[in-house]
């Protein structure tokens, strides 16, 4: 059931259009119920090998020796393909805007750091000889401790899961293990708060659960190139990443896409596409590479877990004096999109309430699970979740009506942003409105009067004198804030212990945490409150690797 | 045992386009000779849609029905570059690159018409019915094919027109997260309505009552579906899914739709939508993008409901009747809040 509140903005819209706000049916509807419409799997050629891979049973190991003469000679294997033949075995995926180090292999060479990691492709006549062959390959291993909680990974002396990332975390700006933000000064406004409440919120990890699993099929063409049918989200993405791992010009890869099952966020990292169009190189014949539904439900990356442990200060009136979020993303193993999510995070931080003091800290971490990636609502979704419960208590705490704190509250057209951008075109106090009115849940005449349009601005437009730090310094981690403490009463999270591995491994001398910087200067616990907003500091442009726009002015550049 | 009432609430903003921008879309419009117009994109349609918003932004901004426009995508070869369709991006960059594209081609047409009509293309406009006409007069009027035909073989211009839409790219400040994340949001607010059953820790979710702000509707049909599926996949991670049940500890993950969790039809509520439309000043009419955020609103809105039926706050995700009945204990029973409304 749908309907339309047009009384509301409609002085901002012209409502006199043709086609636009018709439901005019797709252009591909009958394709699709009758079964017709073409996928990536949908394109048939003679003489099609299919690809599989040899993946990780240890979620981190040591590769003793990998054994694939059995394969080789096995019924219909065409190829076997490791490591040493990928052109570049090493790759991240945003490395295409200039954003972090490469860190992930499209094959496992001397380490696997997750549980189902690909290390040897198979490419055969069937799938089912391809399959039959992936179990002749003998891998030795030496098994290696395993840490998969975000906060146990990010203690000194951790076991290392990245060897790009020693110190299991995604490095911001060169400068620090997470992305911060602050806004004014929140231990401040805690300590003048009526009310401080601090809680910790896990986002479990999802699974895409596409109809369609990830899958390329690639083939030669006549002229020295490969067409590819790919089920990637961005299909220049997917080429560049390609013709990046294949060392290729980009030309000679013709990809071929646009209509996918689905996807949520699951079908960005080209999971299919380089080891398809590499078969398809070395074979000289089209090649079929698809995720069955337990490997991708297993093994292709899902959303990853969030932790998110908000502290609040509030006063008895019910306003928001400040709030400070810590957040831990849990990438997995390797970076694919998590470091972009935790930007994303930050940006979003407080939610759409004008709040005073703001602090915000978020850590991609590195663990020795899949490696996540994005997904609906990326960097977004598991934040409102805590944000929004943490809402509902804190209404519950100073005796407010949930609806009634929430447009107290609310973000208003001309309010300052916790990043440091005014407000606009806001809309959130009217929908919460629109929905009490449909459910009947009574609100006071003030808060049925409230509007985005007016009482914002003003001293709500000031950026305020704001407490900065030098916490997270690379390399000090001594520097990191501790773990915050929790309010007692609040769910402890489940301990986990990782199975002790089967194999008696020697670990390499245990992890040195880095020598302090020579010279430098013992931080205060606070840095002076700046005397007056400082004013943008624009980082120094950096040389576009590529000709075109790229990511490097904002972040580290690619080493 | 006993079943008891829920309602909670929560209310979002989600920011539309990738996080600091710098992530163009491209967009080539060109028409046949009989004025029959192709658009031409490397954007994905994921079944969100993408062809059909492209189509009714393209048909609006050139002035023809929309039977007169098809969008081809996506082929590297024939589709202009693109970021990709991720980050509630599609509508809002494609769009907006589909109408500088449109508005080109629209501009070459009308000149053909003017020249054909021997007036001033100023002076024409569409009637959205595959008709141009100087305006204020509809009798002086030429048909899009017949100008179409004229600009291809007697006049020797192409009806073409590109497009491309970027957000500059922002920095972000290392100190102070300072930073121009999006130009746009869409909000939203929902209330669940659901029951908890204090034996079993079973939670049925019996409705959901919602208002999406999303700038403009360019299909209500369409965002319908995106906010119908959208809330039961809100529905699913907040209690069912996930590929590691006992988080951080990586095992028991399902292999198939068997053993990963996710509501069934008869888990399905109804949901009664309210959209509201404030356009964003710089989305392809007014429009932001309903794909991602649908989802985001529901978690904690069951969260908080089940807060309000049996008193207790599961802050870990997903809540399952194991974490209910294991909060239920510790809580020494249901703890019914107040009533709403």
């Not at chain 1, 198979?122 to 030496?142: P, T």
């Not at chain 1, 929140?186 to 910790?200: G, K």
């Not at chain 1, 919120?201 to 030669?220: F, L, W």
């Not at chain 2, 959901?208 to 699913?236: C, H, I």
Request: aromatic letters at 6%; charged letters at 20%.
């Amino acid at each position: 059931m749908l309907e339309f509140r047009k009384d509301l903005f409609a002085d901002e819209r012209d409502d006199n259009l043709n086609v636009i706000g018709k439901g005019e049916q797709r252009q591909d509807m009958l394709g699709h119920v009758t079964g017709r419409t073409r996928f990536f799997d949908d394109h048939g050629f003679d003489g099609l090998l299919h690809l599989k891979v040899v993946r990780s049973p240890h979620h981190h190991a040591r590769i003793r020796s990998i054994d694939v003469t059995a394969a080789e000679r096995a019924p219909g294997v065409k190829r076997v393909i490791r490591g040493q033949d990928v052109p570049l075995n090493k790759n991240t995926l945003l490395s295409l805007i200039d954003f972090g180090k490469d860190d992930e292999p499209t094959l496992a060479v001397d380490k696997v750091r997750y549980k189902g990691e690909p290390i040897v492709a198979i490419i055969a006549d069937s799938e089912a000889e391809a399959l039959a062959a992936v179990k002749l390959v003998r891998v030795s291993y030496d098994p290696l401790p395993t840490v998969f909680d975000v906060q146990e990974a990010l203690k000194p002396g951790a076991v290392v899961v990245n060897e790009t990332y020693p110190g299991n975390y995604f490095e911001y700006h060169d400068k620090y293990d997470h992305q911060k933000l602050r806004f004014g000064d929140v231990e401040a406004a805690f300590r003048t708060a009526d009310h401080v409440l601090e809680e910790r919120y896990q986002m479990s990890p999802i699974e895409h659960a596409s109809t369609e699993t990830n899958g390329t099929i690639a083939a030669p063409e006549t002229n020295n190139r490969y067409v590819v049918h790919s089920c990637a989200q961005g299909l220049f993405f997917s080429l560049g990443t390609t013709a990046k791992i294949l060392a290729l010009e980009s030309n000679r890869l013709h990809f071929i896409g646009g209509t996918v099952g689905g996807g949520f966020g699951g079908k960005v990292d080209s999971l299919t596409e380089p080891l398809a169009v590499l078969g398809a190189i070395l074979t000289g014949r089209p090649v079929r590479y698809v995720l069955g539904r337990e490997e991708e439900m297993q093994f292709a990356s899902p959303r990853g877990a969030e932790r998110h442990v908000i502290k609040d200060g509030v006063m008895r009136d019910g306003r928001i004096v400040a709030r400070q979020i810590t957040s831990y993303f849990d990438a997995g193993a390797y970076t694919r999109l998590t470091s972009y999510g935790v930007v994303k995070c930050v940006a979003h931080m407080p939610g759409p309430y004008t709040i005073p003091n703001v602090r915000g800290d978020a850590y991609c971490v590195f663990t020795n699970r899949v490696p996540a990636t994005a997904m609906r609502g990326f960097g977004v979704t598991g934040v409102d979740f805590s944000i929004e419960v943490q809402m509902d208590k804190l209404a519950h705490l100073v005796g407010i009506d949930p609806m009634e704190f929430r447009i107290l509250n609310a973000y208003r057209d001309g309010d300052m942003k916790a990043h440091r951008r005014v407000a606009h075109n806001t809309a959130l106090i009217e929908c919460v409105q629109v929905v009490a009115e449909k459910v009947n849940w009574p609100l006071s005449e003030t808060a049925r009067r409230a509007s985005s349009l007016s009482g914002g601005g003003g001293a709500r437009a000031a950026i305020p004198p704001t407490v900065t730090d030098e916490s997270g310094r690379i390399g000090r981690p001594e520097t990191r804030q501790a773990p915050p403490q929790l309010t007692p009463g609040a769910a402890p999270l489940p301990a986990y212990q990782p199975p002790p591995a089967v194999t008696v491994y020697q670990p390499p001398p245990a992890h040195q945490p880095a020598a302090p910087l020579p010279n430098y200067p013992s931080q205060p616990a606070a840095a002076a409150p700046l005397p007056a907003p400082a004013p943008p500091v624009p980082n120094a442009p950096a040389t576009p690797q590529h000709g075109a726009a790229r990511f490097s002015s904002v972040f580290t550049r690619r080493r | 045992m006993a079943r008891h009432q829920g309602r909670g609430m929560a209310s979002i903003n989600y920011p539309i386009g990738m996080n600091l921008g710098g992530d163009p879309s491209q967009a080539l419009v060109h028409a046949n000779p009989d004025g029959k117009f192709t658009v031409a994109l490397s954007a994905i349609d994921l079944g969100q849609g993408m062809k059909q918003v492209s189509r009714q932004i393209a048909a609006e901004t050139l002035g023809v029905p929309i039977e007169d426009v098809y969008v081809d995508t996506a082929d590297s070869d024939t589709g202009p570059h693109d970021m990709g369709s991720f980050a509630s991006r599609g509508t809002h960059r494609v769009g907006n690159a589909v109408i500088v594209a449109a508005k080109e081609a629209r501009g070459v047409l009308l000149e053909a018409a003017a020249e054909e009509l021997e007036v001033n293309a100023d002076d024409l406009v569409t009637d959205g019915k595959g008709n141009i006409h100087v305006r204020g007069a509809a009798s002086k009027s030429i048909t899009v094919k017949a100008a179409s035909q004229a600009a291809q073989f007697k006049q020797g211009k192409t009806i073409s027109g590109r497009g491309i839409f970027l957000i500059p790219l922002s920095t972000v400040n290392p100190e102070t997260g300072e930073m121009s994340p999006v130009t746009a949001y869409a909000h939203a607010c929902l209330v669940v309505d659901l029951e908890v059953c204090d034996e079993t820790g079973d939670v049925k979710v019996n409705k959901l009552t919602s208002a999406y702000e999303l700038g403009r509707a360019l299909n209500p049909k369409m965002v319908e579906q995106q906010l119908v599926g959208g809330a039961w996949m809100g529905m699913s991670h907040a209690l069912y899914e996930t590929p590691e049940p006992y988080y951080p500890n990586p095992e028991h993950g399902g292999r198939d739709y068997n053993e990963y969790l996710m509501p069934g039809p008869g888990d399905i509520a109804p949901h009664d939508i309210t959209v509201l439309e404030r356009p964003a000043p710089d989305g392809p009419f007014g429009a932001k993008g309903p794909g991602e955020m649908c989802a985001n609103p529901v978690l904690p809105a069951v969260a908080n409901a089940i807060f309000n039926a049996i008193g207790v706050r599961i802050d870990t995700l997903p809540i399952t009747p194991e974490k209910i009945l294991r909060a239920l204990k510790a809580q020494g029973g249901a703890r019914p809040q107040a009533r709403r409304a």
